[in-house]
């Protein structure tokens, strides 16, 4: 996830940080070979704080291109995308990464990205291409927004953890679940739109009724849910977070397994798979970019091989291309989600807003 979300850990994650991801041949030399000519030698990328990417496989993009990345966290994926949209035409970076299906046609339609059709694109499915016309994005990963639940404190209550959308109005799951509000964050919004998904539009606003009346918290990021109020991750552990229920990812038991000291055999922490809603994160060359050239070579690194490969463990997010082999430790521990919620990408940007609009004051009020 950034997320894209997608997911990282929030330790890695700093509202607003800078980061700059120097290489070999970066500060040295020109980018590009026309003659020698002075270019820009630094690619900016926009992202939400879930970003992430081995220190190696930057510098392999430097090695392969002179240019050296620098990165740009601004906040949860849609706090992000908002952010762009206030500076367009005037952006803080080359490349923005991490806006999503959710909020696609929000970005699109405010003009954020200029085409670009990156080279690799065969590679990728034609299902997750949902601006292959104009070529405006290029999808770079998939996720499952779905609920976790902490293993450990089901088994000592001897109650079995929910599956579906449906359990978890029911009483016995009462003030368990933690959720995003979905007009400040991208899990927060694809948990919503699940819900209308299983729910329609006549249905959901009833659905949420029901989790107000059974005691859901409503925060304002992944990183507070997750990481402070849930009870099975490390952080939510160390913060005294004690609600056994949260919106994240169908891959964010495998971040419970790479950073516990000593490893877990079982990852502590599972995915009620019926809760399921797919998402897709994409990058796009932001309009006014000071370094197309740097820009539209980053794009094209983003759904390469090495990139590709390097994410699962990263941001615990799927590649889309292909041929990219998936680690053992994120097969082992992630859940894979056969039948996943899904809405139209025409219905997201018909329904969205006014979704939204709904939401706040029936859950929020």
Not at 62 to 83: C, F, I, M, P, W
Not at 138 to 160: E, H, M, Q, R, S
Not at 161 to 185: G, H, I, M, Q, W
Not at 218 to 240: H, I, P
Request: hydrophobic letters at 35%.
């Amino acid at each position: 996830m950034s997320t894209t979300t997608k997911i990282a850990v929030g330790a890695l994650a700093a509202a607003l940080g800078v980061t700059t991801l120097t290489a070999c041949g970066g500060d040295s030399g020109s980018a590009g070979g026309d003659g020698g000519a002075k270019k820009p030698k630094t690619v900016t990328l926009v992202s939400h704080d879930s970003f992430n990417a081995s220190p190696a496989v930057l510098k392999e993009f430097t090695r392969q291109t002179g240019y050296t990345v620098k990165v740009l966290k601004s906040g949860d994926a849609g706090e992000a995308v908002n952010k762009a949209i206030l500076t367009k035409g005037a952006p803080q970076g080359d490349v923005f990464f991490g806006v999503d299906n959710t909020l696609l046609s929000r970005a699109l339609d405010n003009g954020l990205f200029e085409p670009y059709e990156a080279k690799g694109l065969e590679r990728v499915p034609d299902a997750v291409q949902l601006d292959k016309g104009e070529h405006r994005v290029t999808p770079v990963d998939t996720g499952d927004i779905c609920v976790n639940y902490d293993k450990k404190y089901f088994a000592d209550k001897k109650l079995a953890p929910p599956k579906t959308f449906d359990d978890l109005a029911k009483p016995a799951y009462k003030d368990l679940l933690v959720v995003e509000n979905p007009e400040r964050s991208s899990p927060g919004l694809g948990f919503l739109l699940g819900t209308a998904a299983r729910y329609g539009d006549d249905g959901w606003q009833d659905y949420w009724k029901k989790l107000k009346g059974n005691g859901v918290k409503v925060v304002d990021s992944w990183e507070l849910a997750y990481n402070q109020e849930f009870s099975g991750s490390a952080g939510g552990r160390k913060a005294g977070g004690d609600r056994p229920l949260v919106v994240s990812y169908a891959s964010s038991p495998p971040v419970e397994v790479l950073y516990a000291d000593p490893r877990p055999t079982v990852a502590p922490t599972g995915v009620a798979t019926g809760t399921c809603f797919r998402q897709t994160e994409f990058a796009g060359l932001l309009t006014g970019a000071k370094n197309p050239d740097g820009g539209k070579a980053l794009i094209d690194f983003l759904i390469g091989k090495k990139f590709q490969e390097d994410m699962p463990l990263q941001m615990f997010v799927n590649p889309v291309a292909k041929d990219a082999v998936l680690p053992e430790l994120f097969t082992r521990h992630g859940v894979t989600v056969a039948d996943p919620y899904t809405v139209a990408a025409g219905k997201i940007a018909q329904k969205r807003d006014g979704w939204i609009q709904a939401w706040t004051p029936l859950v929020l009020k």
